[in-house]
DNA sequence: GGGTGGCAAACAAGCAGCGT
DNA sequence: ACGCTGCTTGTTTGCCACCC
């Protein structure tokens, strides 16, 4: 259970910074958390009594599940762990789907309906929503939530839409504020350079990836060349 | 069936914070 | 104050699902 629970609270899912491995592992062992609803049940004086926790740890703790309320429905998807179901695969079902409560009971020929969704994804996922004791779980979990985007999806054409961002080098903003920025403004920021890769969004020191991407002819830009294509492209750009 | 592209794991470096 | 532990961030790469 606990390889669950830190699937759940990593990068790509929920983001709970400083719940890593040994820290889920640790909760489990004390009994604080069995499921991962049980994050949201967690108070500060549970976590002051526990080995390398006092105020300050704690404190962060606290926040970052405060934080994680606030996640969208595409992170959350990839969080509770569904099989084949990784960033990208969430992000998809996460356009296709105005809410949670709309995949409670979606059919497998639905799913394969949606471009780059193949049997075997839409099989494993109609399969997880098809277990009542997934769905019991995943109400549970809903009610600790508290952001709109679960209820209902903005249709707007955003300015980066259908464009594939690869990240490299060190930028101005973390790696995870520019994804979010590429992704809010409907964009897709991919991990590894390929022909289907429309920018090459690259900043000091860029690794390996620049090499591959002159290779492949693909556009190199900047950070600023990049909120410039979303300013010019909307008068109000969503800065996350 | 092969090529393409994304996922996920492994790894390294740097940082934060606890405990002594 | 400093060492140690664990976390975050970023990169690379092998594997595998999907598409043609």
């Known amino acids: 259970m606990t390889e669950k629970i830190i699937h759940f609270a990593s990068r790509g899912g929920m983001d709970i ?3 890593g491995e040994k820290n889920v592992e640790l909760l489990y062992s004390k009994g604080l958390i069995k499921h991962f609803e049980d994050i949201y049940k967690l108070k500060k004086e549970d976590l002051l009594d526990l080995p390398r926790f006092a105020e300050k740890s704690a404190q962060n703790l606290i926040y970052a599940i405060e934080r994680s309320r606030h996640t969208t429905l595409a992170k ?3 969080g509770i762990g569904i099989l084949h179901v990784g960033e990208y695969a969430a992000k998809l079902l996460a356009k296709n789907f105005k809410s949670l409560e709309e ?4 059919k497998k020929e639905r799913l394969i ?3 780059q969704m193949g049997e075997k994804i839409a099989t494993s996922i109609s399969t997880f929503f098809d277990d009542e004791k997934n769905l019991k779980i995943l109400r549970s979990i809903d009610l600790e939530i508290s952001n709109p985007d679960f209820l209902s999806v903005k249709k707007e054409k955003l300015p980066l839409e259908g464009l594939t961002f690869v990240i490299t080098g060190s930028m101005p903003k973390s790696r995870k504020e520019i994804e979010d920025l590429i992704d809010s403004n409907g964009g897709h920021a991919s991990s590894a ?7 090459l969004l690259a900043g000091e020191d860029p690794g390996s990836k620049l090499r591959k991407a002159k290779a492949l002819g ?4 900047s950070y600023d060349e990049l909120l410039n ?5 909307t008068e109000h750009p969503r800065l996350f």
């Not at 995949?103 to 979606?106: A, R």
């Not at 693909?218 to 830009?221: D, G, Y």
């Open 17 to 19: 910074e400083g719940l």
């Open 76 to 78: 959350f998807l990839f």
């Open 103 to 106: 995949l409670f009971h979606v």
């Open 113 to 115: 309906e949606i471009r």
């Open 193 to 199: 350079v390929s022909s289907s890769t429309d920018y």
């Open 218 to 221: 693909v556009k190199t830009i």
């Open 229 to 233: 294509m979303i300013k010019t492209k």
